[in-house]
Structures are given as structure tokens and as C-alpha cells.
């Protein structure tokens, strides 16, 4: 079984009021992803990867199509609090905007404090808590003195990305949907946070979308990628049949603007 199913989603915007124009922002996208798979979600922007990422987080409501996680219909079989919450413990996101996933008026820290309340066996007492969040950090690069007792304004968009993976690192969620997670990060450190995903994925087990605007990067990460355009899933297939033999004129074109250097075969 695969662990996420997702099936004919649609998502129309209605602009203003009263008016009639809207946007069709994801049409009929179907995919699975399977236990320990890295799938990619990748396309130009506009193209409907957040919009699909944020229904699958049960932040937005769908206008049709289902979602099942481990097999339960996250939109309309998750209605107790104690089933939402084992929800948020099992799938995770990781943002493309970080800034979006910070409250201002509380220190970094608060929202590794509230990973910790999400988790089972919450951990007995403050010291033992402090110690994993410390660890989580580490984890990803931070040195918990630069990080702890900062505010969001006080930390770089690269470090609020990785705190989000040390959250991670805390929850060990089955699903993480990591949304352009590498955008704040510079080139040299961008395979560090990659490398944290799939350690992830090879200790637990943890399934990952990974979205992203960027083919090369998705060639190497990814199980499956899934190319999408204008809100439809435009190709699909394993990183070699789209990336070395791509049948869609998009793909065609998104494989032409890989940059020389980043191509693996030089016959691409
Ligand atoms: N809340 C909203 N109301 C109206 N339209 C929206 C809303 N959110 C997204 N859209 C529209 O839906 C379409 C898809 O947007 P989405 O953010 O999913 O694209 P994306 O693929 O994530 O792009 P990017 O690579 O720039 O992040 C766009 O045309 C966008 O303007
Ligand atoms: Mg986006």
C-alpha cells in the first residue's frame, strides 16, 4: 500500500467577491508515493506545487479529488482532535518561505518546543528536552548558542530553514513535504540540507515530496519526478526516463536549461 494517494485533486481560486474570473490552480493531479520514496513535484512557478503541497498538509481544502494518507481520507476521516494531531506528528513540512513559519513576537526555539509537545513519549523533563532540541540542531549544522533565545528578525532565511529540518530530526514524521526547502541556502551548503533528507529517509523510512522549480537538483534527489505545468502533471517517470528522455515539450525545455556543469551524462 502505498503510504500517500492522491487522486483527481483540483483546486479552483474564485479572485474577489462578487466576481466570476478564477483560477484553476491544480487540475486533476494524481500521484502515489510509497514508503521511504523521494517523489519530486517540479515546474515553473505558477505551476501549482504549493497549492498541491498545502492540500496534502490539510491547510487548504481541496475543490475535489481525495487524499489518502496510510489509508485514511485526511479530508474527510480526520475529525477528532487526537487524529489531527497524530496527523501533524506523521506528516511535516518544510516550507519555501521561511519567514512565513515564524511568529515574530516568540523566540526561534518555540516552534522545536512545539514539535517536542506533538511527540508520543514526550520526553520527562525540561533538561531532557533542551538536550534533544540541542541535538536536533546539531543535526543540521546550527550551533545551538547562535540559535536559542533569537528572534526570527535576529536569524538568517538559510538558518530558519534548517531549524524547520531540525523539527524533523525531533518528530521523525513518515511524511515530509519539503517545499523549495533549500531556496534560502547558498549553493555550497544546499547538498548539506539534501544529504539531512535523505539520512532521514534511509533511518525511518520517511517518504518525502520535494518540490521544486529546479530539474537537475530533482534528477538527483528524487525516485520519481513528477513535472507539472499549468496545475496538470504534464510527465512522469524515474529521474532517467524524464530527465534523459523526456517525451513533453516542457520537459524538453526545462531539461535544456540544466546547466552544463550540474548534467551528470554528458549526453543530455
Ligand atoms: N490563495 C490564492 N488565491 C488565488 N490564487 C492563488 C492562491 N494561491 C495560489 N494561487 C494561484 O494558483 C496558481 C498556482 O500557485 P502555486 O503557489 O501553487 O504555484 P507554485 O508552483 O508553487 O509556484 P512557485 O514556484 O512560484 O512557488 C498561481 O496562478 C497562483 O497565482
Ligand atoms: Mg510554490
Given at each position: 500500500?502505498?503510504?500517500?494517494?492522491?487522486?483527481?485533486?483540483?483546486?479552483?481560486?474564485?479572485?474577489?467577491?462578487?466576481?466570476?474570473?478564477?483560477?484553476?490552480?491544480?487540475?486533476?493531479v494524481s500521484f502515489e508515493v510509497k514508503e521511504r520514496e523521494i517523489v519530486s513535484l517540479v515546474g515553473e512557478s505558477g505551476s501549482g506545487k504549493t497549492t498541491t503541497a498545502r492540500m496534502i498538509l490539510r491547510l487548504l481544502r481541496p475543490t475535489s479529488g481525495t487524499i489518502h494518507f496510510e489509508g485514511t481520507d485526511i479530508w474527510n476521516d480526520l475529525?477528532?482532535?487526537?487524529s489531527l494531531k497524530d496527523f501533524?506528528?506523521?506528516?511535516?513540512?518544510?516550507?519555501?518561505?521561511?519567514?512565513?513559519?515564524?511568529?515574530?513576537?516568540?523566540?526561534?526555539?518555540r516552534t522545536l518546543w512545539q514539535a517536542i509537545n506533538l511527540l508520543e513519549n514526550t520526553p520527562s523533563n525540561k533538561k531532557e528536552a533542551i538536550e534533544l532540541i540541542k541535538e536536533s540542531l546539531f543535526r543540521v549544522g546550527l550551533d545551538?548558542?547562535?540559535i536559542l533565545g533569537k528572534y526570527p528578525h535576529q536569524i538568517s532565511g538559510g538558518q530558519k530553514q534548517r531549524i524547520m529540518i531540525a523539527r524533523c530530526w525531533i518528530l521523525?514524521?513518515?511524511l515530509i513535504v519539503?517545499?523549495?526547502?533549500?531556496?534560502?541556502?547558498?549553493?555550497?551548503?544546499?547538498?548539506g540540507i539534501i544529504k539531512l533528507l535523505e539520512e532521514l529517509r534511509e533511518k525511518e523510512g520517511t517518504s518525502i515530496i520535494f518540490i521544486t522549480h529546479d530539474l537537475g537538483l530533482a534528477y538527483y534527489v528524487s525516485d520519481t519526478i513528477y513535472v507539472m505545468k499549468n496545475g496538470e502533471i504534464v510527465e512522469r517517470g524515474d529521474p532517467d526516463s524524464v530527465v534523459l528522455n523526456p517525451s513533453h515539450s516542457y520537459t524538453k525545455l526545462l531539461v535544456g536549461s540544466i546547466p552544463k556543469l550540474y548534467r551528470k551524462m554528458e549526453d543530455i
Open positions: 500500500m502505498s503510504r500517500l494517494v492522491v487522486k483527481n485533486l483540483t483546486k479552483i481560486f474564485t479572485l474577489g467577491f462578487f466576481s466570476k474570473r478564477y483560477v484553476e490552480a491544480v487540475k486533476n475529525n477528532d482532535k487526537e501533524r506528528r506523521k506528516v511535516h513540512a518544510v516550507f519555501q518561505d521561511p519567514f512565513a513559519s515564524y511568529n515574530p513576537f516568540y523566540p526561534v526555539e545551538p548558542k547562535d521523525r514524521p513518515l519539503a517545499d523549495e526547502p533549500t531556496s534560502m541556502i547558498d549553493a555550497s551548503s544546499r547538498g
